[in-house]
């Protein structure tokens, strides 16, 4: 598949994709206490979730993110359909982890994205785990009560992290640009 695109012109870009779990169990996070005192804060047990699903590029921060009900080969196709919609004049090249559904025989590629899966059992070699870690730490000790209230709160964060790559900004390229990747691409390309 790649070699029909060698030559053509078409941007290559590198990708790197998960899913994350979110959903009205507060996730409790570590805070600051006098020594001994244990933090105190509203915690819900509502076990209601959706599901993110995203990529993000390391190298420029670019990032897309859709919710879905589920983690499914289904709402994974899904995924990579509107994602190939959304950048039709590249070769997507993206990392992912192992998930069956991410190998589903059922499963369609689009014909501008080519998937890299890494090692089984190794999420540490993907940087968009940081940004999940990132997600759920600035969601830690908020109290949802509904999905919509959530879904806000996430946006919120979302919305925090800068698409700028300015040095004193958390942006997408800080989270998930780790130093021997982008030198790898940028050795790639040059």
């Known amino acids: 598949m790649l070699i029909r695109y060698l030559g053509t012109g078409k941007q290559v870009r590198y990708w790197c994709q998960d899913e994350s779990r979110l959903g009205l169990k507060t996730i409790i996070g570590r805070t600051i206490t006098l020594k001994g005192v244990k933090p105190e804060g509203i915690v819900g047990w509502q076990r209601q979730n959706f599901y993110l699903y995203g990529v993000v590029e390391p190298i420029t921060g670019d990032s897309f ?50 998937p890299i899966f890494q090692p089984p059992n190794s999420p540490e070699l993907n940087p968009i785990e940081r940004l999940w870690e990132h997600i759920k730490y600035e969601l830690s000790w908020q109290h949802c009560t509904h999905l919509d209230q959530l879904r806000h709160k996430l946006k919120q ?26 030198s790898a691409l940028l050795s790639a390309t040059s």
């Open 157 to 182: 964060v979302l919305d925090s992290i800068s698409t700028e790559a300015m040095p004193t900004a958390v942006n997408y390229a800080s989270i998930c640009g780790w130093d021997y990747i982008i």
């Open 65 to 114: 993110f859709w919710e879905f009900s589920h983690l499914d080969g289904t709402c994974f196709q899904d995924f990579l359909s509107l994602f190939s919609a959304a950048y039709p004049d590249a070769l997507n090249l993206i990392q992912m982890d192992n998930g069956s559904f991410h190998k589903s025989l059922d499963l369609k590629w689009p014909d501008n994205v080519i």
